[in-house]
């Protein structure tokens, strides 16, 4: 069965950098989430992307954060001056239409330092 | 505002008992998802049930069962016979449509630990 697969796995990274984090969606599939979940608690929101162009971000995802699809297969998360309250495991999804069910990666874990 | 409640943090129950985890949630939408996903230690993400808003029929699957019930806004999922293997985070979530697409809001996730 296709899955969403997401590199790497985890990431350590020092405050005030940048961060790229990876995503391929499967393939038939034309909507693309990122949500976050802080270590312990509940699963966030961050964005969704639809044709190419963002369809509705979270109070969460601010100046620092932004997303990409570059040659329709990956889709990445930026996140340009880390901080520590990034540290968060990020999960990124993917639909192929609007009322099917997600279908997320396995995460990657970001620790910021 | 759309919101998604799982009143039980954690649960603990003895291998082969039956446990139900229970949710609760808000929405003014009329046509909405709901979900349950598991989260076991490795961290992932694993989905387990969609129901539509207007599919009040129970479903059942091995183990699994899934109640809902629109007069009570709760979507309560019980687990029969318990295994140890059942031991996750699970999380029930709400589809919330806005700018053309869905997006989940997640309850706070109840954590079921099953002893041997």
């Known amino acids: 069965e296709p899955e969403v697969t997401q590199t790497p796995s985890h990431q350590v990274t020092q405050m005030g950098q940048e961060v790229i984090l990876r995503c391929v969606p499967i393939?038939?599939?034309?909507?693309f989430y990122w949500y976050r979940q802080i270590l312990g608690q509940k699963v966030e929101f961050l964005v969704s992307?639809?044709?190419?162009?963002?369809?509705?971000k979270s109070e969460i995802f601010d100046d620092q954060f932004s997303v990409e699809r570059p040659d329709g297969s990956n889709f990445t998360l930026k996140i340009r001056s880390t901080k520590l309250e990034d540290s968060a495991m990020y999960f990124c999804?993917?639909?192929?239409?609007?009322?099917?069910?997600?279908?997320f990666g396995n995460g990657t874990r970001l620790t910021v330092t | 505002a759309q919101k998604v409640t799982q009143a039980q943090t954690e649960i603990s129950v003895v291998e082969k008992e039956d446990v139900t985890l229970d949710c609760v949630y808000e929405?003014?939408?009329?046509?909405?998802?709901l979900f349950w996903y598991k989260q076991p230690p490795s961290g992932e993400l694993v989905f387990l049930i969609r129901?539509?808003?207007?599919?009040?029929q129970n479903e059942i699957s091995g183990r699994y069962s899934w109640n809902f019930q629109k007069s009570t806004s709760s979507f309560n999922f019980t687990i029969t016979a318990s295994q140890v293997v059942d031991s996750a985070v699970y999380f029930c979530?709400?589809?919330?449509?806005?700018?053309?697409?869905?997006?989940?809001?997640f309850g706070t996730g109840t954590r079921l630990k099953v002893l041997a």
């Open positions: 129901r539509n808003s207007f599919d009040e």
């Open positions: 999804a993917s639909t192929r239409d609007r009322d099917s069910p997600l279908h």
């Open positions: 393939s038939n599939h034309l909507y």
């Open positions: 992307f639809y044709n190419n162009e963002i369809s509705e």
């Open positions: 979530a709400l589809s919330e449509y806005s700018s053309g697409t869905y997006k989940y809001i």
């Open positions: 929405t003014r939408d009329t046509t909405y998802y």
